[in-house]
């Protein structure tokens, strides 16, 4: 006979695994604050190099504005500038992209938690199945 709440559970288990299971599985392989850094460090690195992208975007584009500060020796104000708004960007970007990646892994933790839960059930309805 046909168990109706077994057939139920392994759909609800396959769908999981074939929508967002592969990658909760992936992301609850790391501890959360690894989980937590490592995308946090990988945010940093690409706020970095826009940033140096954009700088000499910006450097092209107001070389004549750059040269004339050389000569009056004020190139240190727009470098101490610069490097100020990296800095705030920076703290920006790793505050934001912190809250939010830790946000995702407790998410997907939870779905992984109730598919563990679904496999358990899924035992045990195939274990009464067998008595």
Same mark, same amino acid.
């Given at each position: 006979?046909?168990?109706i709440k077994k057939i139920r559970w392994m759909s609800q288990a396959s769908i999981y695994q074939k929508n967002e299971g592969i990658q909760d599985l992936k992301e609850?392989?790391?501890f959360a604050s690894d989980y937590v850094r490592y995308n946090v460090l990988k945010t940093l690195m690409g *706020?970095?190099?826009a940033y140096v992208l954009i700088f000499g975007i910006y450097a092209v584009c107001n070389l004549e504005t750059i040269l004339s500060a050389a000569a009056n020796f004020k190139l240190t104000?727009?470098?101490q500038d610069a490097l100020r708004y990296y800095i705030i960007l920076l703290i920006i970007?790793?505050?934001v992209s912190a809250a *939010?990646?830790?946000w995702r892994y407790h998410k997907s933790h939870e779905r992984v938690r109730i598919y563990y839960r679904m496999l358990k059930l899924i035992?045990?309805?195939g274990q009464e199945d067998r008595k």
């Open positions: 006979m046909l168990n609850n392989a790391f *706020v970095t190099v104000d727009l470098f970007y790793a505050v *939010v990646y830790a035992e045990k309805y």
